[in-house]
């Protein structure tokens, strides 16, 4: 019932940016952890960011603090991941995910405590 689909990759130069949109539907969402993932052919699966829909509390992975940014539309029910100052190590196919409703304040970066996924987008940055 829960779908999350996905848009907004591509390829960019370094320096630039992109903005990653997951649309999410089946559930009201309000208390859900929202989150990022990232993965490139060969390499574990990372948390990059993270989004607790009641009240917005957020966690980034440290790489990545500073240029990229996680928000919520709950009008449009989406999430965003804004990605700034882009550098070629940041290519890799990046997923959304939410969890099952539950009562806290904040969001692990951890692949387990999600349920759901999203297809994937691509973001490239060439050098």
């Known amino acids: 019932q829960v779908q999350l689909v996905e848009s907004g990759g591509g390829s960019v130069q370094a320096g630039g940016s992109l903005r990653l949109s997951c649309l999410a539907s089946?559930?009201?969402?309000?208390?859900?952890?929202m989150a990022w993932f990232r993965q490139t052919p060969g390499k574990e699966r990372e948390g990059v960011a993270a989004l607790y829909t009641h009240g917005g509390n957020t966690r980034y992975f440290e790489p990545v603090r500073g240029r990229f940014t996680i928000s919520q539309d709950n009008a449009k029910n989406t999430v965003y991941l804004q990605l700034n100052s882009l550098k070629p190590e940041d290519t890799a196919m990046y997923y959304c995910?939410?969890?099952?409703?539950?009562?806290?304040?904040?969001?692990?970066?951890?692949?387990?405590?999600?349920?759901?996924w999203g297809q994937g987008s691509q973001v490239t940055v060439s050098s």
């Open positions: 995910a939410a969890s099952t409703p539950q009562m806290g304040y904040g969001c692990e970066l951890d692949d387990s405590e999600y349920n759901y």
């Open positions: 089946g559930d009201s969402f309000d208390n859900n952890c």
